[in-house]
């Protein structure tokens, strides 16, 4: 069976650092672009980003832009989401999800396969 799973929400400090993993099994990973979407209460969706299948294209939102890292480790079905000057605004439930292309990857239509999504709490 299919499927992607994230880790690594927690509660962290404003201006901390948080690394969120998404990891895959039951299709070929190394096809695949993850991409990383995050909602918070009461707001819509956001993709903020997403890695191709070999990492070498990256995208990320402008809300994310220079905060935020993805990378991933094909040999272990694995993608990373590093989180740095994290703030209340970054507050919310995050989710990765895999396609089979990478154009337009902000876009949350045509995802193949979602995680159930791990909740990130930015508070002093």
């Known amino acids: 069976q299919a499927q992607v799973v994230e880790s690594g929400g927690g509660l962290v400090q404003p201006g901390g650092s948080l690394r969120l993993t998404c990891s895959a099994s039951g299709f070929i990973f190394d096809y695949y672009t993850i991409g990383w979407f995050r909602q918070a209460p009461g707001k819509d969706r956001e993709g903020i980003g997403c890695i191709s299948s070999s990492g070498g294209y990256l995208t990320y939102a402008d809300s994310v832009k220079g905060r935020f890292t993805f990378s991933r480790e094909n040999s272990k079905n694995r993608v990373y989401l590093q989180m740095d000057s994290l703030s209340a605004e970054d507050a919310g439930i995050y989710y990765c999800?895999?396609?089979?292309?990478?154009?337009?990857?902000?876009?949350?239509?045509?995802?193949?396969?979602w995680g159930q999504g791990t909740q990130v709490t930015v508070s002093s």
């Open positions: 999800a895999a396609r089979s292309y990478y154009s337009g990857c902000l876009s949350a239509g045509e995802y193949d396969y």
